[in-house]
């Protein structure tokens, strides 16, 4: 059964630090991996990881991907009251016959940054 | 842009009602997708559709219907609701199923209570 595991679950920081948020994944017909970042409403894309060991950034985020470990990692740092959300994981899955890609979500890390 | 949107935003049904949730994207997306998101458990894809004329299903497939009525729009139908069909409903969409333009926009969801 396809799993996506994200940790921790839920994470308190005061502004200013550096957080590391955990992804790891076993997933048949691994295609790619993604990060979506959840305020009051839909999810907004952040990053997608389809080679290992090639960093993604975008300001103050950066994510990293390890095939061979099936894990990824999202950093934040300098953190700010802004980035407060729940970050989810999802990895997406090739299915050869349809060409559709499914995505299989973590249960989500929730990030709360105290001023 | 609009980019994907749900309605209703939020409705309160009965156990045994039945309603449509409608879904319309404006980015010429090939696949659609309806996700549930429920506490603790991240989000989990309900039924999708890789290319106009086709669905098929996902991980939590018992209890709803879907149509793809054109290459805009996707619906959600639930036959007859129950209580544990309460949860918030996303739909999405993305360009095509493999390599890039695989994420998945979001819309805004949809908050449903059955009492």
């Known amino acids: 059964e396809d799993k996506v595991v994200q940790s921790p679950l839920s994470l308190v920081v005061h502004e200013g630090d550096t957080v590391t948020l955990n992804c790891s994944y076993e997933?048949?017909?691994?295609?790619?991996l993604l990060w979506y970042k959840q305020e009051k409403k839909a999810p907004t894309f952040l990053f997608m990881l389809?080679?290992?060991?090639i960093e993604k950034k975008s300001g103050r985020l950066s994510s990293i991907l390890d095939k061979k470990e099936l894990f990824s990692i999202l950093n934040i740092t300098a953190t700010q009251t802004g980035d407060s959300a729940i970050y989810l994981c999802?990895?997406?899955?090739?299915?050869?016959?349809?060409?559709?890609?499914?995505?299989?979500f973590g249960q989500g890390t929730r990030l709360t940054i105290n001023p | 842009n609009a980019g994907v949107t749900q309605t209703p935003k939020f409705q309160v049904l009965k156990t045994g009602q039945s309603m449509t949730l409608q879904c319309a994207q404006d980015?010429?997306?090939?696949?659609m997708y309806w996700y549930r998101q429920d506490p603790g458990m991240g989000l989990r894809l309900i039924y999708y559709?890789?290319?106009?004329?086709?669905?098929d299903k996902g991980e939590v497939p018992n209890g709803y219907n879907v149509s793809r009525l054109n290459k805009r729009e996707f619906s959600l139908r639930l036959e007859s609701a129950a209580p544990s069909q309460t949860s918030v409903y996303f739909c999405?969409?993305?360009?095509?199923?493999?390599?890039?333009?695989?994420?998945?926009?979001f819309g805004q969801g949809t908050r449903l209570t059955v009492v």
């Open positions: 999405a969409s993305s360009l095509r199923g493999g390599g890039e333009g695989t994420e998945a926009f």
């Open positions: 997933v048949t017909n691994f295609r790619s």
């Open positions: 389809t080679s290992s060991g």
């Open positions: 999802a990895v997406g899955r090739f299915r050869i016959i349809q060409g559709a890609q499914k995505l299989v």
């Open positions: 980015m010429n997306h090939n696949s």
């Open positions: 559709s890789a290319s106009e004329g086709t669905t």
